[in-house]
């Protein structure tokens, strides 16, 4: 810890606690987790190589896919390996920079992901109400510029962060009871306002998460509208079945995260920390290894 002025203190690292009030438990928290990363970078790298390989499967779908499983495998690896290094080896020393990098990769991961479940519902509304413009509307160079707005999105909106704490003071304990550097995690650990960070906060979750999901709303909301339309039960229920592994996915992701930004800001007093560490472990960690199954189970050419 460096000190300069008997007030400003800037921590040379970060201590990691882990789930707090579970510390005793923590080696077989980690067997679960581990099996679950694992099932996660089997199933999201199998289906990024056939995706790849298989030419039938060279459609925006299938291309919307591999986008969400390649981010949701660099979402659980810019965590899972730290916590595991955790739980089984007691390494929870970080440094300060890298606490900063693995915040600005976890939240920008997470707000690419976001974005690509939005494009999936675009994707849907198109290929379910304008049947016969799909090709034409769809094109790779459209998919490669949307897939390429959307990282841009995530990444250049989080770039704030890490500057943001980089200048706060902290004079209070460096322990984080948490497995990762999460932003809100970090910043309360400062002993200066945090408004800023809260505010700037709020706005990336209206940019990105309110977006995303009155986008995704209004899809569904399209979609059903046409559906109901249909004379043929047979086509409304093909149309609702190539929905389904996405709006499985949608509920996978948002409700954990929507949980985890809440109470932090809201009510954190009130949930136990060890469960919001829980939650917001399986937010990164549970849409990797579920949507795989999902898609692999609901997606017949799969």
């Given at each position: 810890?460096l000190?300069s002025n008997?007030?400003?203190v800037?921590?040379?690292?970060?201590?990691?606690?882990?789930?707090p009030?579970?510390?005793?438990?923590?080696?077989?928290?980690?067997?679960p987790?581990?099996?679950?990363?694992?099932?996660s970078?089997v199933?999201?790298?199998?289906?990024?190589?056939?995706?790849?390989?298989?030419?039938?499967?060279?459609?925006?779908?299938?291309?919307f896919?591999?986008?969400?499983?390649?981010?949701?495998?660099?979402?659980?690896?810019?965590?899972?390996?730290?916590?595991?290094?955790?739980?089984?080896?007691?390494?929870?020393?970080?440094?300060?920079?890298?606490?900063?990098?693995?915040?600005?990769?976890?939240?920008?991961?997470?707000?690419?992901?976001?974005?690509?479940?939005?494009?999936?519902?675009?994707?849907r509304?198109?290929?379910?109400?304008?049947?016969?413009?799909?090709a034409?509307t769809?094109?790779?160079l459209?998919?490669?510029?949307?897939?390429?707005?959307t990282?841009?999105?995530?990444?250049l909106?989080?770039?704030?962060?890490?500057f943001?704490v980089?200048?706060l003071?902290?004079?209070?304990?460096?322990?984080?009871?948490?497995?990762?550097c999460?932003?809100?995690?970090?910043?309360?650990l400062?002993?200066?306002?945090?408004k800023v960070?809260?505010?700037?906060?709020?706005m990336?979750?209206?940019?990105?998460?309110?977006?995303?999901?009155?986008?995704?709303?209004?899809?569904?909301?399209?979609?059903?509208k046409?559906?109901?339309?249909?004379?043929?039960s047979?086509?409304r229920?093909?149309a609702?079945?190539?929905?389904?592994?996405?709006?499985?996915?949608?509920?996978?992701?948002?409700?954990?995260?929507?949980?985890?930004f809440?109470?932090?800001?809201?009510?954190?007093?009130k949930?136990?920390?060890?469960l919001h560490?829980?939650?917001?472990?399986?937010?990164?960690?549970?849409?990797?290894?579920?949507n795989?199954?999902v898609?692999?189970v609901?997606?017949?050419?799969?």
């Amino acid at each position: 810890m460096l000190v300069s002025n008997n007030s400003y203190v800037a921590p040379t690292s970060f201590i990691l606690n882990g789930i707090p009030d579970l510390e005793r438990v923590h080696v077989w928290i980690s067997f679960p987790l581990c099996t679950m990363y694992i099932i996660s970078l089997v199933g999201n790298l199998g289906l990024v190589y056939l995706i790849y390989y298989e030419e039938s499967l060279h459609h925006p779908m299938y291309f919307f896919l591999a986008m969400i499983s390649l981010t949701d495998l660099l979402t659980c690896t810019t965590t899972l390996p730290n916590a595991l290094c955790i739980f089984w080896f007691s390494l929870k020393e970080i440094n300060f920079n890298a606490c900063l990098a693995q915040m600005f990769f976890v939240h920008g991961f997470t707000g690419v992901e976001s974005g690509v479940l939005m494009l999936m519902a675009l994707d849907r509304y198109i290929a379910i109400c304008y049947p016969l413009r799909y090709a034409t509307t769809l094109t790779n160079l459209i998919i490669a510029k949307a897939g390429l707005a959307t990282f841009l999105r995530g990444v250049l909106l989080m770039i704030p962060f890490p500057f943001l704490v980089k200048h706060l003071p902290f004079c209070q304990s460096n322990i984080i009871s948490h497995t990762y550097c999460d932003h809100m995690s970090v910043v309360k650990l400062s002993c200066a306002s945090i408004k800023v960070n809260v505010i700037y906060g709020l706005m990336v979750a209206l940019l990105i998460g309110v977006f995303d999901i009155c986008c995704i709303s209004l899809s569904y909301t399209m979609i059903v509208k046409a559906v109901i339309s249909f004379s043929s039960s047979d086509a409304r229920q093909k149309a609702f079945s190539t929905c389904t592994a996405h709006i499985s996915a949608i509920i996978i992701t948002y409700v954990p995260a929507f949980f985890t930004f809440f109470t932090h800001r809201f009510g954190g007093h009130k949930i136990p920390p060890s469960l919001h560490v829980i939650v917001a472990n399986l937010y990164l960690l549970l849409p990797p290894t579920v949507n795989p199954i999902v898609y692999g189970v609901k997606t017949k050419q799969i």
